[in-house]
């Protein structure tokens, strides 16, 4: 198992992105995390990658370990793309010849003229700079792949392209972040992870949560052990509980005087 | 993977253009001292090996803030090596301020400035010499670039110890004690830079007290560069 965490919070400033994300991840189990835009994928992503450190929690990383990372937003750089390509094959001890090789092979699977090699990163579209950052990634056959919503900006070739591409890292770890459910679920069917309410959770059991909106907006403490979490505005209060406690919840927040402004089941 | 990383950082910091005031500066600064100033060859050097500090120090400020903060982060882990990684940004600098050690001693050289013919041994050592001070140049511009001071104050801070450092306090106040000792605790810029100036007419010989203060230098700059380095790992996952 090349990474794992357990119970991994982060906190800037001391206010908290995220807290209790547990996980392993294994080669040949890709993982995909979704969530609301702010919700601290990216965060959680530069932390496995190990660029970022977490502020609670304990993370296991395979000494050793070759981590690849695409960013999210990757930057417009000087470069010509033929020359990045070679500089980041160069620092990981790669023949010129074989990054040659490689970019000629990746720029035929994407589509991309022979041409654009000459190009300067920032002149090209934003298409071109989300393939050349995936290009880098896949450079060499990192133990872990960490790739921060690669699909965005690619067309639909493209999208394709790169599902292929990672369905043929069988010895590697994947973990992507993905903004669209039905591209999350082609790459993993079992091993997709939601943050609900700054924790991160399998979207199975995520399916098992329920969500309750009161007036006023304070729901007291007579029930803190079965809430999951709650987020208080100025007049309302939202609390995300089990489904299972569903019934004995409403019985004591009506037996305590609050008004139930609304019940929904939790979604990814 | 150094070397790599080394052409890389180059490459990426030519590209940002951000060399360009401090070398122009340099260079202008170069032309105008050999051309105009009276007090003669053995003080001119004295007074470049000085900019050369402050070029270095401009140079390795620039270059360590010149790369994108996401690009930093996928260079690192290419490179799966954050010792060599943060090592690579002063080695870049070093090797760059090579063309402009041998700027500095080819000018008056080739311009006949020099009363005598040099010693190639001589060469050697005001080109030692001018590492040296380009070295504890570096060193302190990447320290103060390496997030120990942040803000506005350590832009403010950086300056002034620069300014410290090469103007010589200790000779102007060498009657207060106590600047003249802390002159001792801090990198010997002058004092490098007084080795050059005291060859003078005579032939330079090495002995003992130019070995103490290459020694000195050499051993502050690591110093300086080792921490630097402690703190960009650890800083750098904060």
Redesign the interface.
């Given at each position: 198992m090349p990474i794992s965490l357990k119970n991994v919070s982060k906190s800037f400033a001391g206010k908290l992105v995220f807290c209790n994300a547990t996980m392993s991840l294994r080669a040949n189990r890709p993982t995909v995390i979704m969530g609301r835009n702010g919700c601290g994928k990216s965060t959680l992503l530069?932390i496995i990658?190990?660029?970022?450190?977490h502020t609670e929690g304990e993370i296991v990383r395979r000494p050793g370990i070759?981590?690849?990372?695409a960013?999210d937003?990757?930057?417009k750089?000087?470069?010509k793309v033929g020359?990045y390509l070679l500089?980041?094959g160069?620092?990981?001890?790669i023949s010129d010849s074989d990054i040659n090789k490689y970019a000629d092979s990746q720029f035929d699977r994407f589509g991309i003229p022979e041409n654009i090699k000459q190009q300067v990163i920032y002149k090209c579209s934003k298409g071109t700079i989300q393939k050349v950052n995936i290009m880098?990634a896949f450079?060499t056959k990192p133990d872990l792949l960490v790739m921060d919503e690669p699909f965005s900006g690619l067309d639909e070739s493209s999208v394709e392209e790169l599902i292929r591409l990672l369905a043929e890292t069988s010895d590697t770890a994947v973990i992507i972040s993905c903004h669209e459910k039905l591209l999350a679920q082609r790459i993993t069917a079992d091993n997709l992870y939601v943050f609900d309410k700054q924790s991160l959770v399998k979207s199975s059991e995520i399916s098992n949560r329920v969500s309750i909106k009161i007036i006023p907006g304070d729901a007291g403490d007579f029930f803190n052990d079965k809430i999951i979490s709650t987020d208080t505005a100025e007049d309302m209060c939202e609390i995300v509980i089990e489904k299972e406690n569903l019934k004995e919840i409403l019985f004591l927040l009506l037996e305590n005087g609050h008004e139930i402004y609304s019940v929904n089941p939790r979604e990814c | 993977?150094l070397v790599?990383?080394v052409?890389?950082n180059i490459?990426?910091y030519i590209?940002?253009v951000r060399y360009l005031p401090p070398c122009l500066i340099f260079v202008v600064f170069l032309a105008l001292n050999y051309q105009t100033s009276p007090i003669g060859i053995w003080s001119n050097l004295h007074i470049t090996s000085l900019a050369i500090f402050i070029l270095a120090n401009w140079l390795s400020a620039s270059l360590v803030n010149s790369e994108?903060k996401?690009?930093q982060?996928?260079?690192?882990?290419?490179?799966?090596n954050d010792t060599v990684f943060h090592l690579s940004k002063p080695v870049s600098v070093i090797t760059l301020l090579i063309p402009f050690y041998v700027l500095t001693l080819l000018i008056p050289l080739i311009a006949g400035s020099f009363p005598r013919n040099l010693h190639v041994s001589e060469i050697f050592v005001y080109l030692a010499a001018y590492f040296l001070i380009g070295f504890l140049g570096v060193s302190v511009g990447i320290f103060f670039n390496s997030n120990i001071f942040t803000g506005e104050s350590a832009i403010m801070l950086h300056l002034i110890v620069t300014g410290v450092l090469v103007i010589p306090f200790n000779v102007i106040f060498d009657n207060i004690l106590p600047v003249v000792y802390a002159y001792y605790f801090l990198p010997p810029i002058n004092f490098t830079a007084d080795r050059l100036h005291s060859l003078g007419d005579d032939r330079f010989s090495a002995d003992w007290t130019f070995l103490i203060f290459a020694v000195w230098a050499l051993s502050y700059a690591i110093m300086l560069t080792a921490l630097y380095i402690f703190v960009m790992r650890r800083r750098?996952?904060?």
């Open positions: 530069k990658a190990g660029v970022l450190a070759k981590i690849s990372y960013p937003r990757f930057p750089l000087p470069f020359d500089h980041m160069r620092i990981q001890g880098q450079l | 993977m790599a990383l052409k890389y490459d990426y590209k940002s994108d996401t690009q982060y996928i260079t690192r882990l290419h490179a799966n750098n996952k904060e």
